[in-house]
């Protein structure tokens, strides 16, 4: 008896070559834990191609599983969830990347979990448990560090992986905190969990290995660090 239904928000940017492989994994995953399912790809005009690659797996998997909506241009992390959510049919969201830094394998704990306690929300989590990152860079690692030390130290949320992008959501859970959250860029992630701790929802935290990725480039830039530490700031003086 499956009622349930999970809904994958996977924001894409340049991501061609990973597109069909990723949907490949989660498909298997889905089918082999016997969820319904479906996949919103939020594709921000991609030069390299990345929507001729989805609507070659429309045909594959056929469209209510995959459904493509696009916005013209490179507009933000937070906002493409936005976007992505208005078109998702299933009561639970899953909030992932499509570089496969997030594997797919993850989402059955994720699954579990949330059915156990029954939580509003499941974080992956890079920095309890077994949880861990592999392939960045010493600046990178000190990046990631330091902003969750940051959101720690000044917001206190009690959530090891503030800034991690791998989420299990119940979608009025996801449709209320996202209404409150007003970050644009990577922060968005952040935001949203420091105002869901606020909020007093349920969270679990599963510890995930975020693997960097294989294809391709990431996207987090100089100013989204800035805009980031605007965010915690921000968040301090409202919440
Ligand atoms: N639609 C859309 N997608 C985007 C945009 N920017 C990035 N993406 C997509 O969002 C995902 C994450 O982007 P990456 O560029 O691969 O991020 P990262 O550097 O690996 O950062 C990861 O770690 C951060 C810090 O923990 C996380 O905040 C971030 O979400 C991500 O998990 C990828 O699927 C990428 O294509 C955008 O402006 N628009
Ligand atoms: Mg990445």
Not at 51 to 67: E, H, P, R
Not at 161 to 188: A, H, M, N, W
Not at 211 to 233: N, P, T
């Amino acid at each position: 008896m499956a009622t349930d239904k999970y809904s994958v928000l996977l924001p894409t940017y340049n991501e061609r070559k990973n597109l069909p492989i990723i949907i490949w994994l989660l498909a298997k995953t889905f089918k082999e834990n016997n969820l319904d399912w479906e996949v919103v790809i939020v594709d921000d005009g991609s030069p390299d191609g990345t929507q001729d690659v989805a609507k070659q797996l429309i045909d594959v998997y056929g469209a209510d599983q995959i459904l493509l909506k696009p916005r013209a241009g490179k507009l933000g992390l937070g906002t493409a969830y936005v976007h992505g959510l208005q078109y998702a049919t299933g009561n639970f969201i899953i909030i992932m990347d499509a570089d496969f830094s997030h594997h797919p394998s993850a989402i059955p704990e994720f699954v579990a979990l949330q059915k156990k306690d029954n939580l509003d929300i499941v974080t992956g989590t890079r920095y309890r448990g077994d949880g861990g990152v592999y392939g960045w860079d010493l600046k990178r690692k000190l990046v990631s560090r330091g902003a969750n030390f940051l959101a720690t130290t000044v917001l206190n949320p009690n959530i090891s992986d503030c800034t991690g992008s791998f989420r299990l959501y119940k979608k009025p859970v996801l449709e209320k905190v996202i209404s409150e959250t007003k970050s644009k860029g990577y922060v968005f992630q952040m935001e949203m969990i420091v105002r869901a701790r606020a909020m007093g929802y349920a969270i679990g935290e599963v510890p995930i290995s975020f693997v960097d990725r294989v294809y391709g480039e990431s996207k987090l830039g100089g100013d989204e660090i800035v805009q980031y530490a605007k965010g915690v700031w921000n968040l301090f003086t409202s919440i």
